[in-house]
DNA sequence: GCACTCTTGCACGCTGCAGTGCAATACTCC
DNA sequence: GGAGTATTGCACTGCAGCGTGCAAGAGTGC
């Protein structure tokens, strides 16, 4: 699996075909500053005079590079998805590999904690959720690529766990969803609601991750003698 | 505390001071259908010409009855509000009363879920979240009144337990806000970013609350020796 | 250096929408 | 039934913002 340190590169590779170098910085610019206003002001709060104001590019350009603002809209989502989806996919990686089920755990929590409450996760969340009547497409789509990628991935690992007898697990679907909530469920309703500048505490963030994950560990503990009462399901 | 059983009156003592009927339909009306638009459009997606024609009222009559469209927005989201929290508070009216911890989480998990699923919670988040920004004080008391309310009202309830010796609970905040994202953080998540005719199985959104409680007693059941070993608060 | 292409600046049309003014009308209360 | 008050309809102002046209200028590749 590519872990590519160089965290500043973007998939360019369909969007930049046209290589002709002003379009290309053109549409960088654009792209930086329509994300920034579309995740600040929303989609009807956005006004183009500004987002090519702020990319330092006219205004005419955007049609000659992109398209009207809802391919703009679209192009600034394609984006952040494809970032959302790459960290996400970063959480199945730590997964797995070590017999240390607790401190696997807890990394791997800590990482997501950090990510979707650090970054822009936040704001992308606020966007979609207030669009998600105008383009009910581009929030489902961020909901499959992004939280429900990493609920699975935590599902798979989980279900590694229960076959090694490392952890009980009965429904691992349903318990890789417990967990991610007990991870960041908490932390992250909280934020969507309080204005991006009153960042909540980092530590208190990684506190709950932590507490979250050991209340999972508790609950799913193997029986020590084996006899794993399992039932069928309900 | 008082619990009224005429669920269907609203608090109008304030505003129905001026007791012309005709100002109080028209306020009724108006705050009927500009609830729908905000819920549905959002702030600056609703217009107020709609509004109007939906209420049976002249545009007009907005003016002289509420005020502009921030003041309008306002009034919709404090009747919301009252609502949401007088919701939130049965929450708390159903739990402590039993000794049967198991049966008591049980139902005010349904209770919860059904009514955070099931009626206009989730628009209503949608909309705050939406306009946390341009709002923040209304975001900020909607998470307060609501879902900050009901995680208080059972860490209230799990700390009473915890003193019966029926759960373990050493941390009753941090123990109320995962039991409550267990019960619906999943549920939840997942309907803020789906459309809202899109309604996920009931009997899923009930199997997901059953399921966060027994893992949650799962992971607080008292040890049988009495042996508990608590450690200083963190 | 030259042909080619993209960008720029600016003006413009057009639409949607918040908010107002006013005179006629309907309602309410006593 | 009459005085007082709220509502109505409608026209209107003002403005923000999307999207376009065009001709001049700047950058690009060879």
């Given at each position: 699996m590519p872990t590519d340190d160089?965290?500043?590169?973007?998939?360019?590779l369909p969007t930049?075909?046209?290589?002709?170098p002003r379009v290309v910085r053109s549409r960088a610019a654009l792209l930086d500053a329509a994300t920034r206003h579309f995740l600040e002001h929303g989609y009807l709060g956005t006004n183009l005079d500004d987002v090519a104001r702020r990319a330092g590019v006219a205004k005419r350009t955007i049609y000659n590079v992109i398209g009207d603002k809802q391919a703009l809209f679209r192009a600034v989502l394609a984006e952040a998805m494809d970032t959302a989806e790459h960290y996400s996919s970063e959480v199945a990686a730590?997964?797995?590999?070590?017999?240390?089920v607790r401190a696997e755990l807890h990394d791997a929590a800590l990482q997501l904690a950090r990510a979707v409450l650090g970054g822009r996760v936040v704001p992308l969340r606020r966007l979609l959720v207030a669009e998600a009547h105008r383009f009910p497409e581009l929030a489902d789509e961020y909901y499959r690529r992004a939280p429900d990628q990493v609920m699975r991935s935590l599902a798979d690992a989980l279900q590694r766990y229960d076959q090694r007898r490392q952890l009980q697990i009965e429904d691992p679907v349903r318990a890789g969803e417990q967990l991610a909530f007990l991870i960041l469920g908490a932390s992250l309703d909280r934020a969507m609601f309080l204005?991006?500048?009153?960042?909540?505490d980092p530590a208190l963030v990684d506190e709950r991750a932590r507490a979250g994950v050991e209340v999972f560990l508790r609950a799913h503990q193997p029986s020590e003698h084996g006899t794993n009462r399992r039932r069928a399901d309900g």
């Amino acid at each position: 699996m590519p872990t590519d340190d160089d965290g500043a590169l973007k998939t360019e590779l369909p969007t930049s075909a046209g290589t002709d170098p002003r379009v290309v910085r053109s549409r960088a610019a654009l792209l930086d500053a329509a994300t920034r206003h579309f995740l600040e002001h929303g989609y009807l709060g956005t006004n183009l005079d500004d987002v090519a104001r702020r990319a330092g590019v006219a205004k005419r350009t955007i049609y000659n590079v992109i398209g009207d603002k809802q391919a703009l809209f679209r192009a600034v989502l394609a984006e952040a998805m494809d970032t959302a989806e790459h960290y996400s996919s970063e959480v199945a990686a730590n997964l797995g590999g070590s017999t240390d089920v607790r401190a696997e755990l807890h990394d791997a929590a800590l990482q997501l904690a950090r990510a979707v409450l650090g970054g822009r996760v936040v704001p992308l969340r606020r966007l979609l959720v207030a669009e998600a009547h105008r383009f009910p497409e581009l929030a489902d789509e961020y909901y499959r690529r992004a939280p429900d990628q990493v609920m699975r991935s935590l599902a798979d690992a989980l279900q590694r766990y229960d076959q090694r007898r490392q952890l009980q697990i009965e429904d691992p679907v349903r318990a890789g969803e417990q967990l991610a909530f007990l991870i960041l469920g908490a932390s992250l309703d909280r934020a969507m609601f309080l204005p991006a500048d009153t960042h909540e505490d980092p530590a208190l963030v990684d506190e709950r991750a932590r507490a979250g994950v050991e209340v999972f560990l508790r609950a799913h503990q193997p029986s020590e003698h084996g006899t794993n009462r399992r039932r069928a399901d309900g």
